[in-house]
């Protein structure tokens, strides 16, 4: 029996200065988990992730000014406002693998109001500072 799609939510978001506006398109982040890895670039940028599929995720400003930083196999894109700093998202487009490149990470924290929602929330502690499994897990 096929189960029911959640209902999409639009959520707004913005770097910090507001150059980078854009949205992000999934089921309500309540009813899912929100991933928080402890690796290095996770825990200095402040990442807590969600994964939209790439086509919900639509740019109306700073895309082609994001700035890019990569790392281990630079297959990775961690793309942040050149203004600000805001760590935004990170571009799995170049990945290795397949379910990666049809979505990105995007960093909660740059979601509008998300404040309002934040006790709500359930996280996904990944372990990717010890490499014990995928730091983006993508599907449950």
């Not at 996770?42 to 700073?62: I, W």
């Not at 793309?79 to 049809?102: A, N, Q, Y």
Request: hydrophobic fraction near 30%.
């Amino acid at each position: 029996m096929a189960t029911p799609e959640a209902p999409m939510i639009t959520y707004q978001a913005n770097c910090h200065c507001g150059k980078t506006r854009f949205t992000a398109e999934l089921p309500d982040i309540r009813s899912s988990k929100v991933i928080r890895c402890n690796c290095s670039i996770c825990t200095r940028n402040g990442y807590l992730l969600v994964y939209p599929k790439r086509d919900d995720v639509k740019f109306q400003s700073g895309w082609d000014e994001l700035s890019s930083y990569r790392f281990g196999n630079s297959l990775k894109s961690h793309r942040f406002c050149s203004k600000c700093g805001t760590s935004v998202l990170i571009d799995f487009s170049e990945s290795d693998r397949p379910i990666e490149r049809e979505v990105v990470a995007v960093n909660i924290r740059t979601f509008k109001e998300i404040e309002e929602v934040f006790s709500d929330l359930t996280f996904k502690d990944v372990d990717g500072k010890n490499k014990l499994g995928p730091p983006y897990q993508i599907t449950e």
